[in-house]
């Protein structure tokens, strides 16, 4: 899958995930481990993680293409972590170029727990592109079987720096653990940059912990080469303001991601 890393070391592989299929439908499970909350509330990196996973399995069954997320849309409710969320997806369109569907994810309970919109570009796959992993959709299930998790808080294991707090100034590398299949950096650790920028702008501003519930992503270039770097801008005055935030790829100085995100003091 396009936007799906291998176990081993990857990151994002190890968020606690698995698939399974429910009456010919695949669900795609979360288990919330500690290393993947904030302030006892899964992140929303991870959720991002999920609806990107879950809408693009459905969608990326062809070896010759690379689908790729262009866009996504998260909205969450801050409460405490469930034992288990489990992800359904629909899709809303899909034609020859581009996508897009819409995730839901309940609680092992039945209780919502977020939202998903999600838009995927579909481009043709290059003689000079890496491998491209290609698992028949019966068999999905069988590549989260042996899942690893994290042995580090998300943060630390993805290895985000804080350069200047205050500004929302975070930094990552872009490690062969943070790099999808296609050799960008992969869609949620992306968010997850963003998110980490937005919590230490409103962290330090504010002088009260927060956490990251809306999430609104415009992927525009690939981050091959890194690092990547955030600049943030509080649209407004208070700590109930949006935050846009841009994502740079300092080897060559152009925005290769548009974020707007919302977050919410939990004090």
Known sequence: MTDV???????????????????????????????????????????????????????????????LTSDMSVRMRPIPAPERIDATSVILRQGGRSATSLVELTSDRGAPIATGAIGFVKVPRKATDPPKPNVPLGQIPLIFRDSATLTRPLREEAGIQSIDPAEGIVQVDVTPELRNPAGTLQGA???????????????????????????????????????????????????????????VDTSTDEITTLVYAHAISVS
């Open 5 to 67: 890393s291998g176990h081993g070391t990857s990151v994002p592989g190890r968020l606690g995930v698995t698939a399974r299929f429910d009456g010919g439908e695949l669900i795609l499970e979360l288990r919330p481990q500690m290393e993947t909350l904030h302030h006892g509330i899964v992140r929303a990196s991870v959720i991002s993680f999920v609806v990107d996973v879950a809408a693009g399995i459905p969608l990326d069954q062809d070896g010759g293409v690379w689908t």
């Open 189 to 247: 650790m992306v968010a997850l940059l963003a998110e980490a920028a937005v919590e230490d702008l409103l962290t330090t501003r504010f002088e009260s912990p927060f956490v990251v519930t809306d999430l609104d992503l415009r992927y525009l270039r690939m981050a091959q080469v890194g690092p990547v770097r955030t600049r943030c801008r509080l649209l407004g005055s208070g700590a109930d303001a949006p935050v846009q935030i841009e994502l």
